[in-house]
Nanobody, 123 residues
């Protein structure tokens, strides 16, 4: 069993940066594929990035490609999402999750997710 705790969300101005953290609690963290998803009010949940256990496969949605960077430190049971050049449309609840199939066709299916951390981008 694994649980996730996200942190790092905040309110920032457009063009700003944030780094979100996802700490995993549980067994076999180093073998888990981790995904980041976001949910904004009135919008569909969006699968934005994922990373496999060894970081060999990484995926980004077009909406964040070139601005967001996913990474992980298995020694700390933590995954990260570095977000640069933030836009108002990036405002959402961001959560990490246990997922699979990380690649160009990743749809964001997940079994376990955290409570999320709020990101608000406004002038």
């Amino acid at each position: 069993q694994v649980e996730f705790v996200e942190s790092g969300g905040d309110s920032v101005q457009p063009g700003g940066s944030l780094t979100l953290s996802c700490e995993g609690v549980g067994s076999a963290w180093e073998y888990r594929t981790i995904g980041w998803l976001r949910q904004a009010p009135g919008k569909e949940r969006e699968a934005i990035s994922c990373i496999t256990s060894s970081s060999s496969n990484i995926y980004y949605a077009d909406s964040v490609k070139g601005r967001f960077t996913i990474s992980r430190d298995n020694s700390k049971n933590t995954a990260y999402l570095e977000m640069n050049n933030l836009r108002p449309e990036d405002s959402a609840l961001y959560f990490c999750a246990l997922t699979w199939g990380c690649g160009s066709s990743w749809l964001g299916e997940h079994l376990v997710r955290g409570q999320g951390t709020q990101v608000t981008v406004s002038a």
